[in-house]
């Protein structure tokens, strides 16, 4: 069993931070991509960030230069460091590792249950 847990959502009002959290446990081997998505009302899901094991990032071109995607591989834990935040940031944000279990015969999508951001005034 994996369970994928975020932490850290809430009300922020524009300009202000918020620092996501979402650590990933249960019988896991490996884990190559740690990321978030969030998805806002009646849009689709869209990347925000993510980052392989050996640090490599990626982001959504939205939030370049204003969010920070961090891991540690030893707690299995990612972090998302968002400043300078819009209210058109408003959204859940999911958590999605990519990993394998020892019951997995490839690497799998794992998906938080989200937590709502939201920026306003």
């Known amino acids: 069993q994996v369970q994928v847990v975020e932490s850290g959502g809430g009300l922020v009002q524009p300009g202000g931070s918020l620092r996501l959290s979402c650590v990933a446990s249960?019988?896991?081997?490996?884990?190559?991509?740690l990321g978030w998505y969030r998805q806002a009302p009646g849009k689709p899901r869209e990347l925000v960030a993510r980052?392989?094991?050996?640090?490599?990032?990626n982001y959504g071109d939205l939030v370049k230069d204003r969010f920070t995607i961090s891991r540690d591989n030893a707690k299995n834990t990612v972090y998302l460091q968002m400043n300078s935040l819009r209210p058109e940031d408003t959204a859940v944000y999911y958590c999605?590792?990519?990993?394998?279990?020892?019951?997995?015969?490839?690497?799998?999508?794992?998906w938080g249950q989200g937590t709502q951001v939201t920026v306003s005034s």
């Open positions: 980052v392989t094991k050996d640090g490599s990032t």
């Open positions: 249960g019988s896991i081997l490996s884990i190559p991509v």
């Open positions: 999605i590792a990519v990993l394998r279990s020892r019951w997995d015969t490839s690497d799998s999508n794992y």
